[in-house]
């Protein structure tokens, strides 16, 4: 299983990125996907997640209205759009597939800051 995360970088508040996390060595469709992020000194922390259709998404009440998660089983990736960006976003982003004992991508680094 491996999972590479890409599409992070520096914004200014207000802005937007688009994470991208490509899915190998494992059936893509039939899972589901989770970002999580951890930010400095601080625990990770779940972002969002979608279900193994698209079907069904969750967010973190933090994230909600700001961010969506999408994905393209045909490319076995999955997506975070991030809108109206804050300094607290801040964080390295981390995509995640719950198989077996679960696995991590190496994370995206986003940083928002004027």
């Known amino acids: 299983v491996q999972l590479v995360e890409s599409g992070g970088g520096l914004v200014q508040p207000g802005g937007s990125l688009r994470l991208s996390c490509a899915g190998s060595?494992?059936?893509?469709?039939?899972?589901?996907m989770r970002w999580f992020r951890q930010a400095p000194g601080k625990e990770r922390e779940f972002v969002a997640a979608?279900?193994?259709?698209?079907?069904?998404?969750h967010y973190a009440d933090s994230v909600q209205g700001r961010f969506t998660i999408s994905r393209d089983n045909a490319k076995s990736t999955v997506f975070l759009q991030m809108n109206s960006l804050k300094p607290e976003d801040t964080a390295m982003f981390y995509c995640?597939?719950?198989?077996?004992?679960?696995?991590w991508g190496q994370g995206t680094q986003v940083t928002v800051s004027s």
């Open positions: 060595g494992f059936t893509f469709s039939s899972v589901s």
């Open positions: 979608i279900t193994s259709t698209g079907g069904d998404t």
């Open positions: 995640y597939v719950p198989l077996g004992a679960g696995y």
